[in-house]
């Protein structure tokens, strides 16, 4: 087998069709989306940061979910589309590597971003009189750093341990972007390990801040419970249904991509569920956090009504 290794500088990269006139038509859709979701999160970030109103802990964290949600699509998309453009899709070793690294940080972010926002949904329903001393703004910074170092250290250790795998035969990877099942399916060394290390630590990382959102909810629901006057009921529930919305959206689609070995991976089975987590929770998440939430279209006309084109 040692004799059959061998080192690669470039994969490439098999997308979702060779065929020009598809690859034109698929082109204008991910540049559809990937505007969307640019115009979108932005005027989440842009609406939080220019109303005072806004400038609490809850919206905080939204406008830093649509950030890392810019973050983590724009590791994707630009190389999708000039891919779609291009009959040869390749991508250097190192870029896929960098890609990877950046993807998972990213995704993990996001992640742990949906956890926080589920603990801070908790605190603002199940004790409203110990909300502000607790949620102060050094306690919620300190809360996105740690979630930054874990995610970071987490896409380090899977990069340098996909970076020392062998790859030999085929290098063209079964997918739109660098990821760890398709390159584990085209290596040729052992993935024992990385796979033992996926349903464990990678396990652990994903689940924990999905625990954190069950728990939280099963705590508010009680809390809701109690509360006597439907409106009461409906006004609580209703601050909750954004972010149930987002955490399903993203937790369901990448779990099933993650937690499955390497071994039953199939291209054809998890384009859309890659497409799901990676481009379309992303997209949908500013309309989620917007349509429902009457503090955010309030903003929104209000920062609408100040511009020249409307005074």
């Known amino acids: 087998m040692k004799g059959n290794q061998s080192s690669t500088t470039e994969f490439l990269l098999l997308g979702f069709s060779s065929h020009p006139e598809q690859q034109f038509l698929l082109f204008f859709v991910f540049l559809t989306m990937y505007t ?3 115009l979108g999160n932005l005027t989440i970030i842009f609406i939080i940061r220019m109303d005072s109103r806004l400038h609490t802990p809850m919206y905080f964290f939204l406008s830093l979910l649509a950030c890392v949600d810019i973050c983590f699509t724009s590791t994707t998309m630009p190389k999708l589309l000039v891919d779609q453009l291009s009959q040869k899709k390749a991508i250097s070793f190192v870029v896929c590597i960098t890609q990877l690294f950046f993807f998972h940080s990213f995704g993990n972010m996001d992640s742990f971003m949906l956890g926080i926002m589920g603990f801070d949904r908790y605190m603002a329903i199940g004790h409203p009189l110990h909300y502000k001393c607790v949620m102060r703004k050094k306690f919620c910074v300190c809360l ?3 979630a930054l170092v874990v995610a970071t250290l987490h896409s380090l250790m899977y990069c340098f341990l996909v970076s020392r795998l062998h790859f030999c035969g085929s290098y063209e990877i079964h997918h739109y972007f660098c990821d760890i ?8 060394s052992g993935t024992t390990a990385i796979d033992l290390l996926l ?5 652990v990382i994903v689940v924990t801040p999905l625990l954190c959102i069950l728990i939280s909810y099963c705590r508010i629901t009680l809390v809701i419970l109690k509360i006597k006057s439907s409106d009461g009921r409906k006004k609580a529930f209703s601050t909750c249904f954004s972010h149930l919305t987002s955490t399903v959206l993203f937790y369901g689609p990448g779990l099933f991509t993650y937690i499955s070995p390497s071994s039953v991976y199939s291209f054809d089975k998890d384009i859309g569920i890659s497409l799901m987590y990676s481009m379309v929770t992303s997209m949908l998440n500013p309309f989620v956090y917007s349509i429902r939430n009457n503090d955010v279209k309030e903003a929104f006309r209000k920062a609408r009504d100040s511009t020249p084109c409307h005074q």
């Open 199 to 203: 349903l464990t630590e990678g396990s």
């Open 144 to 146: 996105v750093l740690l």
């Open 36 to 38: 969307i979701i640019l």
């Open 181 to 188: 099942p398709p390159l584990l399916k085209l290596s040729c």
